[in-house]
């Protein structure tokens, strides 16, 4: 048997870096913030900068204690309806292991400002399109165009919430996540019921 699960690792890792693979990550933690402080406050809350982030763009991030412990990672994903207008809502998506540290730190920090914190975890799939050729399936399964001129989108991802509507939503390179070392693929993201 270890050799079938030696080949069948060979053979996955073979098809996210040279095609295009499907991977569930719907037990991640997910959170999302809404109202009109929302990118405010969680730009003072994490290392990297959320300024002026519009709907379909995303980052990866870090939050730490007020002494510069690290907590946990997340990648915070911007969705609204303009593309040229703030985000609606911001999707937090973590590690399992660091959501209740990620939960407490908004609720306890959060005081003062307009936003109002969501739990998505048990409502959310998440997939993900992996590999050089994501785009490629993502678009053909969508029915969309082309979503990077310059070819640089290797991920998409679908997340799901029950509330049927779709978003596609771009993350800024970051290194992490990127099963050849090569450049961080950007995302897109759909939700879809589950």
Request: net charge negative.
């Amino acid at each position: 048997m270890a050799a079938t699960d030696t080949m069948t690792l060979t053979d996955e890792y073979t098809t996210l870096t040279g095609g295009c693979g499907l991977v569930d990550r719907s037990g991640r933690g997910k959170l999302a913030l809404t109202g009109q402080g929302a990118v405010e406050f969680l730009n003072g809350q994490v290392t990297n900068e959320l300024i002026g982030v519009k709907p379909g763009e995303g980052c990866y991030a870090a939050f730490l204690t007020h002494k510069g412990k690290m907590l946990g990672d997340l990648r915070i994903l911007a969705v609204g309806d303009d593309p040229d207008g703030p985000p609606r809502e911001l999707l937090l998506d973590t590690e399992r292991v660091a959501l209740q540290a990620l939960f407490d730190m908004i609720g306890r920090f959060k005081v003062g400002y307009d936003v109002d914190l969501h739990k998505r975890t048990l409502e959310t799939a998440f997939l993900s399109l992996i590999g050089p050729k994501a785009d490629e399936i993502a678009a053909a399964t969508l029915m969309l165009g082309p979503t990077s001129s310059r070819g640089e989108s290797r991920r998409a991802e679908e997340q799901s919430s029950g509330q049927g509507q779709e978003h596609l939503t771009k993350e800024q390179p970051t290194g992490h996540d990127q099963p050849t070392g090569h450049e961080q693929p950007t995302g897109h993201e759909q939700p879809t019921s589950q």
